[in-house]
């Protein structure tokens, strides 16, 4: 950068002024090149109106030309390259082109007389300015052929120490008078804010607020914990409602608050009536509660005698099925509510083998019946040996009996205790293709895995738990079925319209995707992690001790900034990820209070052609990462080391596994100028050059 430099005069007289401008060999830059056809005027101006005498003046210490122009401003108003500096005193700044001296760009203290009616610079009288500090006027020129002539901005600005007067003086002979005029204003909105005591504007503060959201469409259990939290039932009484409508006693338009599930499986409805048998304090519901649950699923009396065996046989193309005629035929009637048809015990010699025999049965209509078909049978013997296979190799099952119902709602359910799992498939399941139906039995066997295998984790109750349980449960049926892709229906949908409003703890079935993103052995070494007693609290704090969960968080919500989770069964998941955007034109600042476990995404939008100067502020203990571009595919790279300087559109990731964090970004400035540095310079001035002449640097009026 040339060693140009500026020392603004203000509360200037005429007399100061000629004295500056004509005493001592410095020509001013109000003062036209000799080689031009204007007339010059006199010093540096020519006003006709009688000078207001001098007011009482403020100091100011000396300003440096680059503090409030730089290079590339400068470069930009003379349309070429190759400035060269003359008259590069403290209060009188001018650069021109090395080839062309009628090209140049000036800075020199104004007075209050260029604003007074009639007044005059270079001959030409002054026009109102508007946006441009306070007041201001143009005194362009007259427009030559080939172009106009020199122009002069000059600018009044109310300050904290008094009233700032400055000219910019533009010499563009290849322009016109309007053209020049728009550049001298784009110089003179830059120099602005840089002067000492011009009050900047204040910041627009972005901030935004998170609202509860309603995700009673997700489960029967979202449902139900929603209408509790807006009194609209008790937990006893809905958990009644849930299952009386399982039971076909109730319209689901008595107990839905939205018509369509995203997961309508039983099984979170009925670990929450079986927790609420032991320690729920309505006794009535109670009551109605344990007689839902012996209608829903049969006790174990029922079953010896609804199971009884026969003579094995192979029946209806099931060549793997070893079948046996049910004793017990009242029984049997009785659970088909009053129909004729028995059922058969399905066996699997083949996991008899690999585990013990009779650990995995099933109990089936013995013919096709109420939409079921062979198909069905034969899908579901395939499900179960697949899903066994595979999680005896990861965990611990309990003994599983599968069987089918009449039940007209819900797709199935779950019910189990330490030592045995019941997987009731209701007549919803018949609408569901073969990889889908075989996924959703592997669900549902996972239930009956997860206790087995994670008895002291499943302690603490359903809903202190249900956040990694319900996902795990969806996540160990694509270790089984990687290429069903049951998991998409909906579920990305779920978790892209409630993230940035919740937290992993606060979402259920959605968390299979988390899981996704991790792999097995750090999965099951997080369950493995959890306490076995405590609320929510407790939950989190466990979590936040395991090791790499910083990490692990935020790079999933990077994975979903990008849309590119990896798919089990390959490719990505299909996501549609959400951000709060921001739009940049000027000094901006965004607060953000990362939830713990959730996370921040910010959008930012930089107006075309400009750049914005960035500076963050982070509070406890947070991390945070950016790429260019907007969210979404496709992505750049994330790095942690955030950018001073941003342009066109950027998306931030922030997040956190502890309370009391807080994410700032401040926008300090938007122009033309990438180089976003710091630019104030503590180094002692020097003194104004001799053979200039220059006045003391007392730029300001004092109004008053």
Known sequence: MKDVRLLLVGLLVLAALTACGGGGG??????????????????????????????ERTDVPPLKCFSLLDNEEIEEALGERGFGGRGQ???????????????????????????????ELLGVPGEPVSAVGDDARWFGGTGAEGGGTAGILSVRQSTSLGALHFRIGLGRPDLDSAEQLDIAKELALGALPRFPGVEQPEPEVVTFEREQVDRSNASFVDNLL??????????????????????????????LRQPELLDNSGTGAIRMAREYLEDGPDAEAKTEIARLLERLVPSSERLEAMAGIGPPTVARGLQAISLGMVQGADDCETYWFGTDVCQDEVVFPELDELFYPGKYEGIVPEEPTHGWTDEHFFWAVQAVKDSAKKYEAMGEMPEVLFMFTTWDYSVSLVDYDPASC????????????????KQWIAREMAYCMIPKTFPAQVSPGYEVVRWWKDGLAIWLSTVVYPAANGEW???????????????????????????????????????????????????????AGYDGIERLIHTFAEGLTDENIPDSGGGTV???????????????????????????????????????????????????????GKPGKPGGSWSGDLPESLQGEAVFVVTTTEEGAAFTVEVTDVDDDPECEDEEDESEPEPCPIEIGCPPSDYYYKEG
């Open 422 to 437: 019941m997987v009731l498939l209701n007549r919803p399941m018949q609408q569901i293709w073969e990889d889908h139906f």
């Open 89 to 119: 005193g403290w209060e009188v700044c001018r650069w021109q082109l090395v080839a062309d001296e009628r090209v140049f760009v000036g800075m020199e203290p104004g007075t209050p007389g260029d604003l007074e009616p009639g007044a």
């Open 574 to 628: 299909p996501y549609k990820v959400r951000a709060d955007t921001v739009p940049i034109s000027g000094r901006t600042v965004v607060w953000e209070e990362p939830q713990r476990f959730g996370v921040v995404r910010l959008h930012l939008v930089v107006d075309p052609g400009k750049y914005a100067c960035v500076e963050y502020e982070e509070e406890g203990e947070l991390r945070s990462s950016w790429r260019a």
């Open 26 to 55: 410095g020509e001013g830059w109000g003062s036209l090149p000799s080689d031009q056809e204007t007339p010059k005027p006199e010093g540096r101006q020519a006003v006709t109106s009688t000078p207001a005498p001098e007011p």
């Open 489 to 543: 229906e909906g579920l990305p949908d779920q978790l892209a319209a409630v993230e940035l409003e919740t937290t992993l703890l606060d979402r259920d079935v959605t968390n299979w995707l988390f899981f996704e993103h991790a792999d097995e052995f750090i999965t099951l070494g997080l369950i493995w992690s959890l306490p076995s007693d405590g609320g929510r609290a407790k939950q989190e704090d466990a979590l």
């Open 226 to 255: 929603a209408k509790e939290l807006e009194g609209e039932w008790t937990r006893g009484e809905g958990l009644v409602a849930t299952l009386s409508l399982f039971a076909g006693e109730v319209e689901a338009a008595q107990v």
